[in-house]
């Protein structure tokens, strides 16, 4: 366990395809979460998206309670829920090392490097040729 008592939060920047987060995990009385000052229910509209932010935390059944505060940008909504997410499996290891592991094997700490792949000239989409006649 690391320096919680001298530290007042933990930092810790969590990304997926083009969206980026920065989470402030607090120990507190009960967990709460706010994205971009407003609360979950009101950033994230949608339910499975509302339980990917909370995912790694409620997974732990961690016994001690934090508020998670959580600046986000760049991408959609699900990329930056799933941002939120690993930026919270981040901060858990360090609050408590020995969570690692499981936050390991239910994926939570791989960064999802993918995104969309840029235009090339001479084609319509990144892949996608003109048709091509032979006439």
Known sequence: ?????TAKYIETVGRRKTSVARV???PSAKTSFT???KSV???FKVAIQRA???EAINN?????KFTVTAKVNGGGTNGQAEAIRHAV??????HDISLRGNLKKAGFLKRDPRAKERRK???KKARKAPQWSKR
């Open 60 to 64: 732990l059944k961690l016994e001690q």
């Open 35 to 37: 994205v971009n000052d």
């Open 24 to 26: 402030r995990l607090t």
């Open 89 to 94: 499996a981040r901060a858990l290891i360090v």
């Open 41 to 43: 229910e009101d950033y």
């Open 1 to 5: 366990m690391s320096d919680t008592k």
């Open 121 to 123: 000239f001479g084609l």
């Open 52 to 54: 990917i932010v909370t």
